[in-house]
């Protein structure tokens, strides 16, 4: 299994929905939205969204400390 990694093409913000959707095998497009409608919902949706942009590296990063 691979690493999450935020990707450089394709990103919104700070392209942690890209990363979630890649992988788990969804579109950004659905992931966003899943996001989006959980913000209607109680709890730190937006803090757990900066510590995952946080937690995720950059894919180019990911790319560059490679073997």
Not at 1 to 12: D, E, F, Q, W
Not at 42 to 58: C, D, K, R, T, V
């Amino acid at each position: 299994m691979t690493a999450i990694a935020r990707p450089t093409n394709g990103r919104v913000i700070g392209g942690v929905c890209a990363a979630l959707a890649r992988r788990f095998g969804t579109s950004a497009t659905t992931m966003r939205v899943i996001f989006l409608v959980s913000c209607l919902l109680p709890g730190p949706q937006f803090l757990l969204y900066i510590a995952l942009w946080i937690l995720f590296p950059s894919e180019d990063k990911v790319r560059t400390e490679a073997w």
